[in-house]
DNA sequence: GCCGTTTTCGGCCCGACTGTTTTCAGTCG
């Protein structure tokens, strides 16, 4: 439904509509795509009353969505324009204006149409694109052809530090910080923000742009430029003066829509905010806030509580801060183990000895180890006789540690009709069990929601793995009803794994806050294949923040004695529910 | 198309860079 409305948004522009108007169908795709709880459920009931941004055309198209699955309207837009011109918006330097002219000018609705067009030299008869604007749109076109366009964290971390220690090295340079989406956690980036604060910004831009990593200058001005690196990755930088810099990092941190409604809190005092200051809005108008050196000093200068980079998403966060009620958010130091790692007796590459002696160099107090159970046997899923000797093995080494503990689990899949690998009987014997989905992911929305609700009512499931087995720009989420699931698992005290796998970080951030309000557990667990996997809890913990988690929700902050409850918690309370 | 201490109509963010259009439009973030 997102879709459909950034669709329509975009074919409204081609078409030279109020951009009013356009912006509304993207507030409303935003809107929908962060919204905390089932909005296709609500749109089905028609119960869409009294939220932000959704008015009363868009409640009826969302409406007509969800019951009839399509839109006439979006049709009848569909209609005025040939399926491939959206792949156009897909080249950089080309918007609405210049697509719109290229289709009713040329005829030109796709790529491949483009290239033909500057191939048969059409392009410099058209108003507005000479040699220079064709050159670039075929280095547009090249590119595209040759990058993703989307990175994972764990494909950027390395350029992001680096780029950091060289401007901070500068020795023009006081203050740089990366900005934008990474700085917010999001789980991928499309680009790169930084931002650095100097007396000297054209010196700055020419050291950005000359850097060995820099494969190509899209842009370069004397306060800002634009670079790919040789990743791909496109990489901004702004320079602004120390003074102006608290505004300019809150600026380009974002996100957008976060901007919007700061802006507009800062209108209600008399006040314009914009990257680099303050002011008032008209000239007897009420004074400016001085004392402005850090991001936190604007949020309070609105009367609000210091908002942290992950929150600033527009879906709550700016009332939170006004009536002091903001999470005080989960942190890495407050992490005392974690579950679901593997070892060699399955698909991983260090020994449940290295794994151990990984963890506690960590500072971790527990390891829960679970390992593939028989039905992958594409990663050497253990049957029932080598499940128990990796038991007996935990336990007695076990035995040789005083401040630290192994937890003897599995990550078992949950087959095709819901049952699990193993029996219940084989489940008992283990300390905690990660139900996971691995195969048969084409089932429909409903098979696959009631699979997995099966392995939730299991008394020995202690905690869903990767909820939705989605591989981050490599493979969609398969189909789940994600809201029941949640539900399922509040009422059976099931608790929701947080993969920290860069390419998972499953189950998404945007349902963690419905998850806690319901209180779903969390635990935040690397699936780590080696011990170097264990440090991508760093990227869930990002996520778990991302999601409004705090300490009390997320079960690997707890002690060894408190957690060792809990996992037989789920166990106890069924049995006793049945006798 | 949405919203409201500016409240049912009038306003909705705006600055940097590029290329081409001799004064600015388009794109981007």
């Not at 901004?236 to 829509?257: C, H, I, M, W």
Request: glycine share 8%.
């Amino acid at each position: 439904m997102a879709e459909v409305f950034e669709e329509i948004a975009l074919l409204m522009e081609l078409k030279g509509e109020n951009p009013f108007k356009i912006r509304a169908y993207r507030t409303g795709a935003e809107t929908v795509m962060s919204f905390p709880g089932d909005i296709i459920a609500r749109a089905q009931s028609g119960d869409l009353a009294g939220i932000k941004g959704i008015g009363e055309a868009l409640r009826d198209k969302l409406h007509e969505m969800a019951t009839t699955g399509g839109l006439k309207f979006y049709d009848y837009l569909r209609g005025e324009f040939p399926e491939g011109i959206f792949e156009l918006f897909e080249l950089q330097g080309l918007g609405p204006k210049k697509v719109a002219m290229l289709y009713k000018e040329l005829g030109v609705a796709s790529i491949a149409g483009l290239q033909e067009a500057i191939a048969a030299g059409k392009l410099q008869d058209l108003a507005g694109f000479g040699a220079k604007s064709v050159q670039k749109l075929e280095q547009s076109i090249a590119f595209h052809f040759s990058h993703a366009g989307i990175f994972r964290q764990e494909q950027v971390a390395h350029d992001v530090a680096d780029i950091l220690a060289a401007l901070r090295g500068h020795p023009d340079v006081s203050r740089a910080e990366v900005a934008g989406s990474y700085r917010r956690g999001k789980e991928t980036v499309g680009d790169l923000d930084f931002l650095v604060a100097t007396s000297h910004p054209e010196e700055i831009m020419a050291y950005f742009t000359s850097q060995p990593w820099v494969a190509d200058i899209i842009a370069h001005g004397p306060t800002k430029s634009s670079v790919h690196l040789a990743s791909g990755i496109q990489c901004d930088l702004r320079a602004v003066t120390n003074a102006q810099f608290p505004f300019a990092l809150a600026y380009f941190t974002g996100s957008k829509e976060h901007n919007v409604a700061l802006r507009s809190r800062a209108l209600k005092y008399g006040w314009t905010l914009n990257e680099y200051r303050f002011a008032s809005t008209t000239p007897d108008g009420p004074p400016p806030p001085t004392d402005i050196h850090e991001e936190k000093d604007i949020y309070r200068a609105l009367e609000l509580d210091s908002i942290e980079p992950e929150l600033r998403e527009n879906t709550g966060e700016i009332p939170a801060a006004e009536e002091g009620s903001l999470p005080r958010l989960v942190e890495m130091d407050f992490l005392r183990g974690t579950f679901h790692n593997h070892t060699t007796a399955s698909d991983g590459r260090n020994s449940l000895l290295e794994m151990a002696e990984a963890a506690r160099e960590m500072g971790m107090e527990y390891l829960g180890i679970a390992d593939h159970s028989k039905a992958s046997f594409q990663a050497n899923g253990l049957d029932e006789g080598r499940l128990r000797e990796q038991i007996a093995a935990i336990r007695e080494m076990n035995q040789g540690w005083k401040d630290f503990r192994l937890f003897a689990g599995s990550e078992v899949d949950i087959l095709k009709d819901g049952r699990l690998d193993y029996p219940d009987e084989m489940l008992a014997e283990l300390d905690y069990v990660v139900a996971s989905v691995h195969n048969a992911f084409q089932l429909s929305e409903e098979e696959m929601t009631n699979r997995i609700l099966k392995a939730v009512e299991n008394p020995h499931v202690t905690m869903l793995g990767h909820l939705t087995g989605r591989l981050l720009a490599k493979r969609d989420p398969y189909a789940v009803n994600i809201p029941k699931i949640i539900d399922a698992c509040a009422e059976t005290g099931t608790i929701i794994e947080l993969n920290a796998n860069p390419w998972r970080l499953d189950m998404d951030w945007r349902w963690w806050r419905l998850a806690k309000s319901k209180g779903v557990l969390c635990s935040i667990n690397p699936d780590a294949h080696s011990t170097d996997g264990l440090h991508d809890l760093y990227y869930g913990m990002r996520i778990a923040r991302k999601g409004w988690l705090e300490r009390s929700d997320v079960v690997n902050c707890l002690k060894v004695a408190e957690i060792t409850k809990l996992l037989n918690a789920k166990r106890e309370r069924m049995a006793a529910t049945l006798t």
